[in-house]
């Protein structure tokens, strides 16, 4: 079978591909178990290089996602699971309202409009976010049951994401996960326009010798999963069947409610005597003004009982980073 | 300045167009009362006949609402109103899944963006429905704080309204408002695709001296609201101001929590004496499995709060229903 993975050169996408690659195979739209000898990596620019950890079977398009051609051209097989990252993110979205409704609103219709034209419900897995929550009306812990209420043009499409994803998989037209995303740490290379980009930065930048300036206090609390327990949870949430979903396909995934602070404690603990780069504060009120409208702590009881992993606790996810990151580029 | 109506020949759009010329004036972009010189009743379709009660200052004008430069030409002045209340209903959206997203998505984006494209940010408002809850997890009573979970390509769209609104409204790019109906009762005329038709007909056609069919059992409850009612209630959620909103602009309309058989009931009680034509079960599995999707009772602690109106009982929508289309035609 083919997978693609939209969004496919980022950070979770190549983590994906590698897994997926190791296991060699995922369950087919025939409910089999199918070995996977085609990967495409889709997404929006080149990468800078050549992606590690690929073989022959994975290969790398560029295109927009907003060209329904283009991705009814992408997803030419009936034996095919797509995995649909692509999107403008949260600080992006905010600076741009256009190209987010372009790219996720428009970019994820195609996606699904191109499932659908192949016939026989093939399994799609959404990456969305607790950013689908905030403002005024949100409780204190969110959870599967919680309105959505985003706060930022990002949330709002990954809601608008995930109802369109219930519809079609209603309808037969395929059969769609969500996969509602916490903070995502640490990933590996630059800063990006995510607003949550600080919380990898914390500990990235200091381990890597380099100052972190912090945008946002270090009282913030976030829900927070490490990546290689993202990465496992795209994975069984596309395996699990769909009858055990139900009707509303979108599952809080696992995460740790956790302050800047404790991931900067952590960081100490673990990085037991490496020279550390200094973490200084200095307030950016539109990154603020964003984190503010998110969630601190989520629930996730529906992942808990599909056995989604998560790590045990800050110290777990930044020990991952060096093993993957830092020690293995020294 | 203009109002224009989308779906402005049907129903509630023609009844909403006469009450705003009888009131002469809303709250236009500027924060000020301001005199309607123009409405125009924007619909697919050309309405069969004359539509009585209107005057110079109203006209209909015929086009699709999917076509972009159709919207941008209809919403050509800054001192303008929208009411949105365009949609392929429940039932035709799950004949014609297509027809449903390019009316009630494409169409719906058409008229945000051509309300943006004024500036000012000119007030909107939207006719939702409480179609957009649903589901294995929907709670036995809905209210403003409920996730929305739909089980309708047309609820599913609503949702995505709603969720739009609120983004542009968050944006200043106009001042989203949301009704969210319930069923409205009673509707002169025809059946129509709604799966909700038979609440109206069930009242119509006896005092038609017509036979009614009945899709579902007389158990059916629903939340339902008089017609009075709810263009009364557009009017008052136009004319609310923003900031009385919040960050949430959809409000759940007032509604009474009725059964079929008290319909029944309170028509026996108001129409004294008339004749009235026969009712028959002839269960429709289509229907019902539409209608056991929704919600059978729903709060409205917001719209209490802004003061909408509802009626006392169903004999007072039973009443109301006689003294305008029944007597009147007589």
């Given amino acids: 079978m083919k997978v693609v993975i939209t969004g496919g050169t980022g950070f979770i996408g190549r983590m994906l591909a590698r897994r997926i690659l190791e296991l060699g195979q995922l369950t087919g739209p025939a409910g089999g178990r199918e070995p996977v000898d085609e ?11 050549p992606l590690p950890g ?26 095919i699971a797509v995995f649909h990252l692509a999107s403008v993110v949260s ?28 016939g026989g419900a093939p399994r799609l897995v959404f990456a969305s976010s607790v950013a689908v929550f905030g403002g005024a009306a949100m409780p204190t812990v969110v959870g599967d049951t919680t309105k959505r209420t985003p706060q ?15 519809d079609y ?17 640490v990933r590996p290379g630059r800063p990006n326009l995510a607003a949550s980009s600080f919380a990898s930065g914390v500990v990235r930048e200091p381990l890597n010798g380099e100052p972190c300036v ?7 609390r976030m829900p927070v999963l490490g990546y290689r327990s993202a990465v496992e949870g795209f ?11 139900g009707d509303d396909r979108a599952i809080n995934f696992p995460s740790l409610s956790v302050t800047v602070a404790e991931m900067i404690a952590a960081l100490r603990r673990v990085a037991d005597g490496r020279a550390l780069g200094p973490i200084t504060a200095a307030p950016d009120p539109a990154i603020e003004a964003i984190v503010a409208t998110w969630p601190t702590e989520s629930e996730f009881a529906r992942a808990a009982a599909l056995g989604l992993p998560i790590e045990a606790n800050p110290d777990q996810i930044v020990r991952a980073y060096i093993e993957d990151f830092v020690d293995e580029s020294h």
């Fill in 39 to 49: 990967i495409v990596l889709f997404d929006a620019v080149e990468p800078p290089g």
């Fill in 152 to 166: 930022t043009t990002y949330g709002a499409t990954k809601a608008i994401g995930e109802l369109l994803i219930n």
């Fill in 169 to 185: 998989t209603r309808k037969g037209f395929l059969d769609g996960r969500a996969a509602r995303l916490p903070t995502i740490v």
């Fill in 54 to 79: 690929l073989d022959h079977r994975a290969r790398v398009v560029v295109g927009d996602i907003s060209e329904r051609a283009r991705v009814f051209d992408l997803i030419d097989r009936d034996d």
């Fill in 235 to 245: 994975v069984r949430l596309h395996e699990v069947p769909g009858a055990a979903l």
């Fill in 214 to 220: 912090l945008p946002v206090p270090v009282e913030t």
């Fill in 91 to 118: 600080g992006g979205g905010e600076l741009d309202f256009d190209l987010a409704l372009r790219v996720n609103l428009t970019g994820g219709l195609n996606v699904l409009e191109a499932l659908r034209a192949r």
